[in-house]
């Protein structure tokens, strides 16, 4: 029997043109459904993943501060993945399911966790590019139009936006310090200039869902319009910390108002979405490896409270 | 002072090591929420050992291993980074690798107890410094303890296969236990005697045992090494292992600045 | 002169980085034999880092990392302990975390092949040491081939499950053959181009896999960061926790004297 | 049907009253032939077991020609394991079910290995003071009456003296290194000095196989002679070194020709027989873990070997 679904839709897309929240209860489009599923999901994934790069460091983090800080950072990442799973169950899909997904290489996490972490530096420039890439991408998600993930971005973009000031914090302390020190600021920043700048994804011409997104107001701005917001508000922090981004092209743009840049590698970007990066391999690898030795764990559990729940019952 | 420095060193490296230990966990955790809870665990006690070690430091700073002139490295660092295995006082439990999760579950249950008995006791130190790091470290510890029992009794009735891996964890942990009731004279004389704390914890084991319906092991101790243990600097084979990891970057840069 | 020396350190370090890797296998091999033929394969490539380095180290004196005045630490060792992750020059295939048996047969049978294939062609080498490093070399790597190869054969062969472990390690290594083979501008100008022993790299694996009725699996290569890879200083996560092993002692002792 | 034995018991009485060698097709008692897979068994048991403690400190070990040296030497262990393993076999066990007896704790090794190494100093004091003391209990065993095992011992002694001059150089070199190494050798020294005194085993009133084993020729001298011996040989080279053993009561008594010496803490010898020392559990769990995740390659190897005995017989 097939419901009329005209008004249903109609009331959609008013919530949607009023700049309203749509909310679990309500009706929605299949495709927006899915849409959302495999964005929030890839999002959740991405803060799982993240955990790993800098977790390599915490055990040898070279000042207890730092150690704390980068502990409780992680921790942040773990959260954040939980909210984010949250916000995805709500529309109709299990974590367990949806960690399935991702173990099975069905679903994706962002790119920039497949590059290593070589030197404790690198946190500090994860913290400051990395999380500075994600605020841009993140902020306008606050008010994406699906209630449960917008509200999961409000909470999370506050932590980021803290990390990613952390983050500077260390790459400036660094700068400091010796001159090997400021070695390894620059010689970090060099590895991940290109990454972040890849983290805004493809060029709007090759971003083919991108459209669809902006009309559901699940995104609010083009691949090519965060980027430039991105370069705008890193180059004069750059500058104030001492070190160079590697990009010969990139100058200010008087004209435009803005800076000029290179084009990153796009090849390397496809190889890596595609699976081949430095750490696909090994980052799948860990997580699946944790979930697995994690199994006994989550049956004994479940064992454990179906058993109460009976005893509770009688 | 030289002996109060010393008691801040025991219980300092007690939660430095341990988080170590803890912090190995990350991101390998069974499910997100214990991820976040070991997260946590790890760090109240790298707080605990800050505040510790600092104190250490005030009171001896004969104690802070020297670094080139000008070093920028603060007190808490020197110590944590820059003693070697024998200069560390934390018990062996805190440092022996980790196992699975009913290994954590089992080792963080005698640790919290332990250190949260403690602790209470040191609520009214007459060190102001010290009955005040207690006084923040036993909310902590309640959590923790609590965390560790509520797994415990899960896993004990759980699945055979998790009632087994506890039983196993068991047996790895008890032989540990005599260390932490023997106690030094620097701990009898300045801080809590352990011996004084073992039937408390006694107790709360054997509750958490009974509600688990676990028997308690048949463990003889563990054996120093000529009657030594980790509190006189002798330890085991793995803490040296877990340094050169810890202390790696911190040394490759005695005048850095992080 | 400055170009040699850097060859050197590549040959050099990919011996003395995966005669760790094998070294950790001692007194963890399936049986004695293999325990004593692995620790064998080891001591060989540990020799041939300490000719390697030492030529480098002869070669390009200024490569090898300054010590304080005084220091007895020789070249070879100045080089081996005391260099950062960035500046080991090993192939990523020598550092990566070992796996199982058949993890350690597969990479072994690799390595061991291409090592081979270039030693014998740098037997007539115009650097009269590295002509002579490499004749000595031959004789030990067609024993190591032959090892793993006939361990390929036999896990091929065994049961299921050995057949199941041989695949998964292939899907793991095979990812980094092509490293091997790319080659780097000093490689082609002073040392044997790997483009040019790749076919003969190619043939033996072919040949050895066809015995074993094993299929080569299809496998893209592992990428860089920014086309870096192990010879431009560009390693895995995997090569600082190595170091931070190895080098721990020797660090602690710079004006020490072993 | 009762064979009667008194010839055969006779002929093996006159092989050992002769300081002949018994051979394995020779007739032995029973209890001889348990004696000895008991105590040739635990002498492979401590070769294999042995490779750990040093085995510690190969991938830390702090010149290159250290590295070699130790890897070679640890190496050795397992070849004298091998041979000493051969030589049970000749009594009529595997060495696969030696291994089981060693695992399940129904054979011992020698309880020097359950101290841990805690330095890379402890490589040279164990070569010197722990294989001294090895080669003082083992030379008397080249002219042991059974004969693989004093074959296998022949080549083991000279291996282990070998060992021995090795170790004891290491010490040397860091005495004449900075006053932290020298330090360090005073250290190791310090911990492993009793307990290689205890190697001997217990006092000669406390040990009732002695009498047995030295009327049967397995044992050549009692426990007390050979560690009177080993301390005599010691004093001397510790003062060439240069440093201190921890004894307050070792000093030269000139009527006896030998030196006095204090009283090996016995308790705590017992304890670590009895499986309570510092690594007992440590050293076990290794080697089952070894044992057990080398399962698969061994019965892959078996099961290649019958298919190509197969083939061969077709």
Known sequence: MQVDQAPLEEAFEATIAGNDRIEPRDWMPEKYRQTLIRQVAQHAHSEIIGMQPEGNWITRAPSLRRKAVLLAKVQDEAGHGLYLYSATETLGISRDELTRRLIEGKQKYSSIFNYPTLSYTDVGTIGWLVDGAAICNQVPLCRTSYGPYGRAMIRICKEESFHQRQGYELLMTMMRGTDEQRAMVQESVDRFWWPALMMFGPPDGDSPNTAQSMAWGIKRHTNDELRQRFVDMTVPQAKALGVTLPDPELQWNEERGAHDFGEPDWDEFWAVVKGNGPCNAQRMAHRKAAYDDGAWVREAAMAFAARADSVGRD | ?258
């Open chain 2, 1 to 258: 002072a030289a002996e109060l420095a010393q008691y801040c060193l025991m219980l300092g490296d007690d939660a430095l090591i341990y988080a170590h230990r803890l912090s190995e966990w990350t991101s390998n955790a069974p499910d997100l929420e214990e991820d976040i809870a070991i997260a946590n665990i790890a760090l109240d006690l790298v707080g605990q050992a800050r505040l510790l070690l600092a104190r250490a430091a005030a009171a001896d700073p004969s104690l802070v291993p020297s670094l080139p002139e000008g070093s920028p490295v603060p007190d808490e660092d020197r110590l944590a980074y820059f003693r070697d295995a024998g200069e560390f006082r934390n018990v062996r439990l805190a440092e022996v690798p980790n196992g699975d999760f009913a290994e954590l579950v089992t080792r963080l249950l005698v640790l919290s107890t332990w250190r949260l008995a403690t602790l209470q006791r040191l609520v009214d130190h007459p060190d102001a410094v010290l009955a005040a790091i207690a006084a923040k470290g036993v909310k902590e510890l309640a959590y923790h303890r609590d965390f560790a029992g509520r797994w415990f009794v899960t896993l004990a009735g759980g699945t055979e296969e998790s009632h087994r891996r506890l039983t196993a964890a068991m047996a790895t942990v008890w032989p540990l236990i005599p260390e932490l009731e023997t106690g030094t004279a620097v701990e009898r004389a300045v801080g809590v005697d352990p011996a004084s704390v073992a039937p408390e914890i006694a107790v709360v084991l054997d509750q958490v045992l009974a509600t688990a319906g676990m028997a308690t092991p048949d463990a003889p101790a563990l054996a120093g090494v000529q009657g030594r243990t980790g509190r006189d600097g002798m330890h085991s084979e793995a803490l040296s292992r877990l340094l050169a990891e810890m202390q790696v970057v911190a040394r490759a840069h005695p005048m850095g600045r992080w």
